[in-house]
């Protein structure tokens, strides 16, 4: 039922992606409470977004979101909505070769949610879902809203699948960049020329899953950082500290500690 699409979408005797097991979607369907996991994989293909991932009646719910999360509440995220993913996907990281949504998958962020809300469902029909994340990177509370115009309710062609996610101010809301700040894998600790590496770095040297544009770029470099690495080659050392954190740190609540 829930993972039908998602099954459509890949061939699984090519793809490293889990297949998603009927058992597992029954076992953590009793999940409840506090208990409910969360991730973040920032996945590079023919372009470059991080996928939003809430634990739901044993799958989970995915939102595409291309720039990522933001921390502060002004800035509303678009979010969006594509099929359900299987559990044992939410800590997957990796390099899917071909097919369907080639390219590299970093586990971003991973944690626990909980809803602010006592139905789930009512809130995803009527598009307005609060809730509050424990992660390593989101904490806190947040809301996806569903957005008006094309098909938010008419439920023709692409309609509803356009949402925002955004932050709402408490404690862990402010103007630090997140994605800037925090770039790298909470699984491996890795780049995406770390995950690729660890792999196969000659997978795509003859096409690569985006050849033009910032993604075409991205792969370039990664791809020539992954061969080096793998080479044994003293490779420059990407300097994640380097890049300045917004200056202005008037909020305390941005350098909250992070666990
Ligand atoms: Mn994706």
Redesign the pocket.
């Known amino acids: 039922m829930a993972l039908e699409k998602y099954k459509q979408k890949r061939n699984f005797t090519s793809t490293p992606e889990p297949a998603g097991d009927p058992a597992v979607v029954a076992e953590r369907a009793k999940t409840s409470g506090s208990r409910l996991f969360f991730c973040v994989?920032k996945?590079l293909?023919s372009h470059l977004?991080y996928?939003f991932r809430l634990e739901h009646k044993g799958v989970l719910l995915s939102w595409?979101v291309p720039k990522g999360p933001s921390l502060d509440p002004k800035t509303k995220r678009l979010a969006m909505h594509v099929e359900d993913h299987p559990f044992e996907y939410g800590t997957f990281e990796g390099v899917i070769p071909e097919g369907y949504?080639a390219g590299i998958v970093m586990l971003w962020d991973q944690g626990t949610w909980a809803p602010e809300t006592d139905d789930v469902d009512a809130a995803l029909k009527k598009g307005d879902l609060k809730f509050t994340l424990d992660g390593y990177k989101l904490k806190g509370s947040w809301v996806l809203v569903r957005t008006g115009g094309w098909g938010s309710s008419s439920g023709r062609g692409e309609g509803g699948r356009s949402w925002l996610l955004i932050k709402h101010r408490d404690d862990w809301s402010g103007e630090l960049d997140i994605t800037e700040f925090a770039p790298l894998s909470v699984k491996s600790g890795g780049d995406f020329e770390n995950i690729l590496a660890a792999d196969k770095p000659d997978v795509w040297l003859s096409h690569r899953p985006a050849k033009g544009g910032d993604a075409g770029k991205m792969f370039e470099a990664i791809i020539r950082k992954a061969a080096a690495l793998k080479a044994g080659a003293p490779v420059a050392k990407k300097a994640p500290r380097a890049k300045k954190a917004p200056a202005a740190k008037k909020k305390s609540t941005t350098t909250k500690k992070r666990p």
Request: negative net charge.
């Open positions: 994989q996945h293909a977004h996928d595409a949504g």
